[in-house]
């Protein structure tokens, strides 16, 4: 298990459709791992696998207090729809007003090959929506109406991560002991 680098906006895996997965072998449970503690750490409600380079249909969700995955999921929505603040761990520091279905029903697999089917409404049903739209290279910007997406990408011009690659970590081989240079 490792934390992974989260791509974020501009970098085109993110606009790629994803494959979906037919091997339920140990690479792909170690995938669903990396995911849970990448998105515990961020800290997000939704990770999918395209966010940190992987090309599969694989996500995983913190929601109320519950962690969960989805593997090829194929969704169900309700023509109700819901209103609400969204964000995404690839645009930081962005959040807007995002129209999603109020309830879904998603059928996939779980990382061992069993069928899996996942009920959600509220915030769990827009975090399946959102993260099932990573795996077709849909971001949350292209489901905003008209005046939210022109702001939102106004704060993402703006944003300091916008254009620039993502931060790295040096280890200087010379300590500073833990001062900032
Ligand atoms: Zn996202």
Redesign the pocket.
């Known amino acids: 298990m490792a934390i992974k680098d989260i791509r974020l906006f501009g970098d085109p895996v993110l606009r790629t459709p994803a494959a979906p997965v037919t091997d339920f072998d140990k690479e792909l449970r170690t995938l669903v791992k990396d995911l849970e503690e990448t998105m515990l750490d961020a800290p ?1 409600a ?3 696998a395209p ?1 940190i380079g992987v090309l599969l249909r694989v996500f995983t969700y913190y929601v109320d207090g519950e962690l969960g995955h989805l593997i090829n999921p194929d969704l169900d929505l309700s023509e109700e729809m819901q209103d609400g603040e969204e ?5 930081p520091g962005i959040y807007a007003d995002t129209p999603r279905a109020l309830r879904v029903v998603a059928k996939g697999w779980n990382m061992h090959g069993e069928p899996v089917t996942i009920e959600g409404s509220e915030l769990k049903a827009r975090a399946i929506q ?2 099932t ?2 795996l077709d290279g849909i ?2 910007i292209d489901r905003m109406d008209r005046a939210q997406r022109k702001l939102a990408m106004k704060a993402i011009r703006e944003a300091q991560w916008a254009g620039e690659p993502v931060p790295q970590v040096r280890v200087s081989p010379h300590s500073t002991f833990g001062r900032a240079l």
């Not at 964000?87 to 645009?91: D, M």
């Open positions: 997000g939704g990770l999918a966010q964000g995404c761990l690839s645009f959102h993260e739209d990573h971001l949350f």
